[in-house]
């Protein structure tokens, strides 16, 4: 039957997809991918109106004395249409009766600026991408009275970049999802360790294996190669049905490595908590607040993991991206001998 | 129901479980969630950039475009000549890899160098040129309106703001009723203080310039509320962990052969963590300035989630098993308190989450008692069902034998079976849930495209509805509750139909809020205005789709787990036919 521990690791194994859990974790992240993509996709075509596919035109009703420069404001920026009215009446009504979807009411004012008054529809599906489309016009606006008004400025500003339709999500799937994705199986292992040695004492199963002819580091060796091996098994395929998904992904070799080292930190501290507390409820509690406090505290590194995971995928890997995989994976292994030290010395007669 | 027992098992729970944790752990967890504050805060004040340097730029030292690329840390600036970026900017002219990378960096860009302009201007001695367009912005109904000046974040009255910059007249022109009554005021969040999370959403202004408009999308408040679904998970981590132990060695024997009954041990084991929920929530709502509106809402949310632990519990064969599941009620509860409360502007679809209650205190805006009730009503019925399915299996036979989950599942059901006519009642007591999920699906679904949305919703609701049909009548047979016969299945078919169309008439619900408005709530909850025949015709036709529908999975049931799975799909696909077909006839 060969390493006592690889027999441990077998039965962690068979017991957790014989109660088809992994099904259901599985299930649970698809779930959580294709509803985040699904929103994504939701909530870009209400904010952003280069993405609604069926080309949606803001009709801006602009009245005033200043209404000239507003509406070569409008002009300026694409999926918006200006219409002219001689009076602020004419305007109001025209917006009462749906005729325009905002209105731009842009007078001069004494302390020589322009003062517009904007008004945009309440409670519609379209208020946000009216808002987002009037604050574009108005911006647009205010780069040119700044030119006009040069000489008073003692700085210029830099020129805009011109505008280009982008994936306006890209930046999301890479920076949010995808480290949620790599992150959460670690999160999973480490509950899983720790509900797995606390149930062997509640159940008193400790008791079988305690006559067996293995120490407590083999077993502790055996539930946390279980752990290891199921995390970056579950990231793996998260990427495959990323890359299915036309989302590319760099750097797989590494991403697996890095996931796999932090797997083995939060693993080695969840299984020595359980150790120490012993049961399932105060561990659980210490595992979590444990987590939260480990994960918020690294936030003080120069380089966040969710950051390194999300460069990394995104193939803007830099020097210290390398090294804090680097670090993770030492981190790791020491994590894992204090560990095993810690197990040597509880030994299996004290639990 | 006794209260001086459900108290007493209420202090075991509490005093075994403190007895379980002792002082030292009382302290050593009192000292983490302490450090948890303080390290949070730390970080908040660190300030977390998620996309730090995922764009590589190559750009000189003496270009122009070198100071807002290095203020924006999204940005990795690279030696000019570097071959592996995606901007190069020299000599004043941009070349960008042609992928969809190097277009979402480029658009990044000219966010960037906004921002950049903004900042070098606000040190301008010269403010007015700086700045020479002062915005103020009105949310009208058409007909109707209040100004909101950008840069009085969250205040809802008409405000006159006296802003550095220089006074604001409020928009004269559109002076008519009062609008709405009080309910959804507009709001510009412009948060005050510098954050680097608010900062990369709204781009820190001075007060009332154009970059300072921001879509009307409380997104601070959107957080807050989070604050209050975060604590729930501990919550429910510890109860879940409570309900398996009962389960796991026989021990909850010593309670159920005690003279009290099963109600009484449930909610006194339940009430402690009730209680602590509720503690964490009214904390929490004084801490940011939320009232009773707020804990209110939060409530039935903490009830639900109790609930679907307590059966969680009562299911799982081990520990592991109950993480799993426990995690899958977090993000299904959660996602279904946050979608729908993202669609700020939307009266209707906002509303489906208790959390839109939550945001709107925050913002104080007035809460109508129907809304109120739209909000959370579902929740509390689903709350009770899911307790009462759990208390049906809290017994000897249930508790100490190791089942699957979904046969469990079968077997709480069939509990609940005494004759047939259990079956229309069943029928009826699974309306929130049926209604649960057809709200979780409008407030999916409709942001996308109505060719496509339309008929996936008309497919998921007949799914939901003809599994709630016939659930019970399949775990009724399986469970050996009735004979497997071809007439009795015609029966309970018929009951369960009668007992769902009677029920479906409590979704009028729906209308006080006006979902049925929505293009894809009339879908779900079609009220068809007209006269005489037609009426009773369109009345009694849901009625007769029902029964019939109802039949078929009965008669698949009957026969046994194939058979049901492949007469349901049939009776979800007649259903689909119909409701195709009254959409689109009177649609």
């Known amino acids: ?351 | 129901m006794n209260p001086r027992k459900i108290l007493r098992i209420a202090r075991w729970e509490v005093t075994k479980g403190a007895g379980g944790i002792d002082r030292k752990t009382l302290v050593a967890g009192v000292v983490a969630i302490a450090l948890l504050g303080v390290v949070s805060a730390a970080a908040v004040g660190h300030g977390v950039a998620l996309d730090r340097g995922i764009y590589r730029v190559s750009v000189d030292e003496s270009s122009p475009y070198y100071g807002p690329v290095a203020a924006d840390p999204t940005f990795d600036i690279r030696e000019p000549g570097s071959t592996e970026v995606e901007i190069t900017i020299e000599d004043g002219g941009f070349r960008v890899s042609p992928t969809p990378k190097g277009r979402a960096a480029f658009a990044e860009l000219r966010r960037a160098v906004e921002r950049y302009n903004d900042r070098v201007m606000a040190a301008e001695q010269n403010q007015s040129a700086a700045f020479p367009v002062a915005v103020s912005i009105t949310y009208a109904n058409r007909g109707g309106g209040e100004v909101v000046v950008p840069g009085d974040a969250g205040q809802s009255q008409p405000t006159t703001a006296d802003q550095p910059a220089g006074g604001e007249s409020p928009a004269q022109g559109t002076e008519a009723g009062d609008g709405t009554g009080g309910a959804g005021g507009a709001t510009t969040p412009i948060p005050q203080n510098d954050q680097s999370v608010s900062d990369a959403l709204f781009g820190g202004g001075t007060g009332d310039t154009p970059s300072d408009i921001a879509p009307p999308f409380p997104f601070e408040s959107l957080a807050l509320a989070f604050l209050f679904v975060l604590p729930m998970n501990f919550v429910i981590q510890a109860y879940g962990g409570s309900i398996l132990k009962e389960r796991i060695n026989r021990r909850g024997v010593l309670l159920l052969v005690t003279p009290v009954s099963r109600y009484d041990i449930v909610a006194g084991k339940t009430l402690p963590y009730f209680a602590a929920a509720l503690t964490i929530t009214t904390v929490i709502a004084l801490a940011i300035g939320g009232g009773l509106v707020s804990i209110t809402a939060v409530i039935p949310l903490a009830l639900v989630f109790l609930a679907a632990t307590f059966l969680a519990g009562m299911f799982a064969r081990s520990f592991k098993e109950l993480t799993f599941v426990t995690v899958a009620i977090s993000v299904f509860l959660t996602t279904y308190a946050f979608v729908p409360a993202i669609f700020t502007d939307l009266n209707a679809i906002a509303l489906i989450s208790p959390l839109t209650l939550v945001v709107r205190d925050l913002q104080s805006e007035a809460i109508t008692a129907g809304e109120y009730a739209f909000a959370t009503l579902p929740l509390y019925l689903t709350a009770g069902v899911l307790f009462t399915l759990g208390v049906g299996v809290y017994r000897e036979e249930d508790m100490f034998t190791q089942r699957a989950v979904h046969l469990k599942a079968l077997d709480a059901i069939s509990s609940r079976i005494r004759g047939r006519r259990s079956i229309a009642f069943l029928s009826i007591l699974f309306i929130p849930f049926v209604f649960v999920a057809e709200l979780m699906a409008i407030a999916t679904l409709f942001a996308l495209p109505m060719t496509f949305s339309i008929p996936v919703l008309l497919v998921l609701i007949a799914l939901v509805e003809e599994l709630a049909k016939s659930i019970h009548i399949y775990a009724g047979f399986e469970t050996a509750k009735f004979d497997r016969r071809f007439s009795l299945a015609l029966v309970l078919g018929a009951l369960s139909g009668l007992g769902f169309f009677l029920a479906e008439k409590l979704t009028l619900i729906s209308q006080i809020v006006g979902l049925p408005e929505l293009q894809l709530g009339s879908v779900a909850f079609t009220g068809v205005e007209m006269s005489g025949l037609a009426l009773l015709g369109l009345l009694l036709a849901p009625l007769a789709l029902h029964v019939v529908t109802a039949t078929i999975s009965a008669i698949g049931a009957a026969r046994g787990a194939r058979s049901y799975a492949v007469a349901l799909g049939v009776a979800i696909f007649v259903h689909t036919m119909y409701n195709l077909t009254v959409v689109t006839q009177f649609g």
Request: proline residues 4%.
């Open chain 1, 1 to 351: 039957m060969g390493d006592p521990r690889l027999a441990i690791t077998r039965r962690e194994l068979g017991a957790i997809t014989s109660e088809k859990t992994i099904v259901l974790a599985l299930l649970i992240q698809l779930f959580i991918a294709a509803f985040s993509s699904f929103l994504v996709v939701g909530l870009v075509s209400l904010y952003d109106p280069g993405s609604v596919s069926d080309g949606q035109i803001v009709t801006v009703g602009v009245a005033g004395d200043a209404s000239e420069s507003v509406e070569d404001a409008v002009r300026s920026v694409r999926g918006s249409r200006a219409r002219f009215f001689e009076s602020r009446d004419q305007a109001e009504r025209a917006f009462e009766n749906g005729g325009v979807d905002a209105l731009l009411l842009a007078n001069q004012r004494d302390d020589d600026r322009i003062g517009v008054e904007t008004v945009v529809p309440k409670g519609s599906l379209r208020t946000t991408l009216i808002v987002t489309q009037v604050r574009e016009v108005l911006e647009a606006l205010e780069r040119e009275e700044r030119v006009a008004r040069q000489n008073e400025l003692s700085a210029t500003p830099v020129n805009l970049p011109p505008e280009v339709s982008a994936s306006p999500y890209f930046g999301f799937t890479y920076t949010i999802l995808l480290p949620l994705l790599c992150l959460l199986p670690v999160f999973i292992s480490g509950s899983l360790v720790v509900d797995s040695i606390t149930e062997e004492r509640e159940r008193g199963t400790f008791e079988l294996l305690r006559v067996a002819p293995i120490t407590l580091v083999d077993i502790v060796d055996g539930k946390l190669f279980a752990a290891v091996v199921l995390a970056p098994a579950q990231v793996a395929l998260w990427l495959v049905l990323l890359t299915v998904n036309g989302i590319s992904i760099s750097d797989v070799g590494l991403l697996l490595v890095f996931v796999t080292a932090l797997t083995l930190v939060v693993v080695s501290g969840g299984a020595g908590i359980a150790l120490f507390f012993g049961d399932r409820q105060r561990s659980q509690l210490a595992y979590s607040t444990g987590l939260l406090l480990f994960f918020a505290s690294l936030v003080f590194l120069p380089e966040h993991p969710s950051s390194t995971i999300a460069r990394l995928a995104i193939d803007s890997a830099a020097p210290i991206s390398f090294i804090s995989v680097a670090g993770a994976l030492v981190v790791g292994a020491l994590c894992l001998g204090f560990l095993r030290e810690f197990a040597r010395r509880t030994g299996k007669d004290q639990l």
